[in-house]
């Protein structure tokens, strides 16, 4: 549906446009807490997330319905605020490559128990592997394996050791397989045997993770209570319950914090931080590789397949009033990476505001007054990373007008819209689509750019298409000394940013509104978060 508004009204009422985005609604039923002994977060999606270990919702899916029952082979180091999150042994104790093949992957597993009591192992992993890659399988699932492509799209084979031990074989030098492999998830085979299916493995899932599953009252809540046999014994969850509810409207998720309906709200308005603070709530924010950006169309019928369009757009929009509009929780992106990433490089293109540039390049491309580029977008009314989209965009649409871009919204709810990234522009026909993105999991950030990982095998939405870049990001692959690795990782950046391969806007921070009874949460320089360390108090 088209969304017609305009950057001033915005900028000159930005509480009241951002209380009006969407349609505030109450919660329909509020889960009861045990004399102080359950945690409960508001999440920015519209519905629970998939429990098949292969989350829907995006990365906000993966941090509340996969980090939370189940386990990687390699997980997030998420315990500090001041240092970037590393990677660190999740359910794989140690991993390495063979040095006569560095496309041989050994991973030892460690000594854990899925919560219906059955063992991990490589038995297991394999299984699960099977899953994912094994269309004949049992249980293979097409949705699933779709969903967990990017994760496993590098690998070409895989097979066990030993009962602990399993290998994996790459189709190329792929010295970021670790990342990949941090959001794959593992199911308990045992459970998927006594339910049956994936489906009904869903209304009662088994993982290896911090929580394990009370009930699901899809649309409403999910329990989940601590695992107290969890492998990692300093994660044991200090709340023994955690109640997850399905609030897409912001405005509704801070009306549940403050009448004490929830406990902390995900995503939270930056218009609504001053009033939260001054109530006395806890207002937690920190920096992390998260980028706000539209993905672009490079198809031939998109004007986005012209070089001078792409930069005419990123030129025409002033990201330091964005910020200021956004209460300063965000960053102006001048390149793809945040400052102070490692993978910044040395762009020659800034993403900056230069409106009569952007004018004179769209001359150039034979546009003006006359004949304006004409786009469609797809945004969504939320969503995990979406920050503020509605109000985001109408600012957006509005600069870009002032230049000569006219832009038409369809606005989606935000799973449709991860089921369209998924599908490619080609089949939405749409010249855009604002979804954030990551840029600490490479598989499924920057690396979707590569031109052979077009829809369906991979996440290139736009059919990005430009062999400097495939070339990059092969030699990052090749690299697999980590200082190595980031001077080729830091070219990959510096080579999309002087493409303008995407609309890039601001690094977010992800505040987060805290009710004063919570204590012990870290928020992590990650775009998943521990809450297994939050006490709740009487």
Do not use: C
């Not at 006569?100 to 009591?117: C, L, N, P, S, Y």
């Not at 509704?252 to 914090?257: D, F, I, M, P, S």
């Not at 449709?416 to 080609?426: A, D, E, H, N, V």
């Amino acid at each position: 549906m088209p969304l017609e508004l305009t950057r001033r009204s915005v900028l000159r009422g930005l509480s009241t446009t951002l209380m009006m985005a969407t349609a505030s609604v109450p919660l329909t039923q509020t889960p009861a807490r045990a004399a102080g002994k359950t945690l409960r977060i508001a999440i920015s999606l519209s519905d629970i997330p998939n429990l098949w270990a292969v989350p829907t919702g995006g990365f906000e899916g993966a941090r509340f319905g996969g980090y939370t029952l189940f386990d990687p082979l390699v997980t997030w180091d998420m315990s500090s605020a001041d240092k970037p999150s590393g990677l660190i042994p999740g359910l794989a104790e140690s991993w390495s490559t063979d040095p006569a093949d560095q496309k041989r992957w050994i991973f030892r597993m460690r000594e854990a128990t899925f919560h219906d009591g059955s063992p991990w192992n490589a038995d297991a992993a394999i299984w699960n592997f099977d899953g994912y890659m094994k269309q004949d399988a049992p249980h293979y699932h097409p949705g699933r394996a779709g969903a967990a492509g990017s994760r496993v799209q590098s690998i070409a084979s895989y097979g066990k050791i030993d009962d602990m031990t399993i290998f994996l074989e790459t189709k190329y030098l792929n010295s970021l397989l670790p990342f990949e492999l941090s959001t794959l998830f593992f199911a308990s085979p045992a459970r998927y045997a006594e339910m049956g299916s994936w489906e009904k493995f869903a209304t009662n899932p088994s993982g290896t993770g911090p929580y394990a599953f009370i009930s699901l009252n899809q649309g409403t809540e999910l329990r989940l209570k601590a695992n107290e046999k969890y492998w990692d014994p300093k994660r044991v969850p200090k709340t023994p319950e955690l109640v997850l509810i399905p609030v897409p409207d912001a405005n509704t998720r801070v009306a549940a914090l403050r009448s004490g309906q929830v406990d902390l709200v995900d995503t939270l308005p930056t218009d609504a931080i001053p009033s939260l603070q001054a109530a006395g709530f806890n207002i937690i924010e920190n920096t992390y590789p998260h980028t706000w950006i539209w993905r672009l169309n490079f198809t031939e019928d998109s004007p986005f397949s012209d070089i001078r369009v792409r930069k005419a757009a990123n030129l025409a929009i002033d990201r330091d009033a964005i910020v200021e509009f956004l209460g300063g929780h965000a960053t102006a992106a001048k390149a793809f990476s945040e400052p102070g990433s490692p993978w910044y490089g040395n762009p020659e293109f800034e993403f900056k505001y230069d409106p009569e540039a952007a004018r004179a390049l769209l001359a150039e491309a034979g546009y003006g007054p006359d004949k304006p580029v004409e786009l469609t977008v797809v945004i969504s009314s939320s969503g995990g990373g979406q920050m503020v989209p509605l109000s985001m965009n109408e600012v957006i649409q509005d600069y870009l007008g002032e230049v000569g871009i006219k832009v038409t919204y369809d606005v989606r709810d935000f799973a449709t819209m991860i089921t369209m990234l998924r599908q490619g522009s080609r089949e939405s026909g749409a010249d855009g689509l604002n979804v954030a993105m990551t840029m600490q999991e490479p598989a499924t950030g920057v690396v979707s750019f590569t031109s052979t990982l077009a829809p369906p095998a991979g996440g290139n939405w736009g059919y990005y298409d430009n062999p400097e870049f495939d070339a990059a990001i092969t030699a990052a692959r090749a690299a697999f000394d980590p200082a190595q690795r980031d001077k080729a990782m830091s070219r990959v950046m510096e080579i999309v940013t002087n493409d303008a391969a995407a609309l890039v806007v601001v690094h977010d921070t992800n505040p987060r509104a805290l009710s004063p009874k919570l204590k012990g949460f870290v928020q992590a320089k990650n775009w998943y978060q521990d809450f297994t360390p939050i006490e709740v108090l009487d």
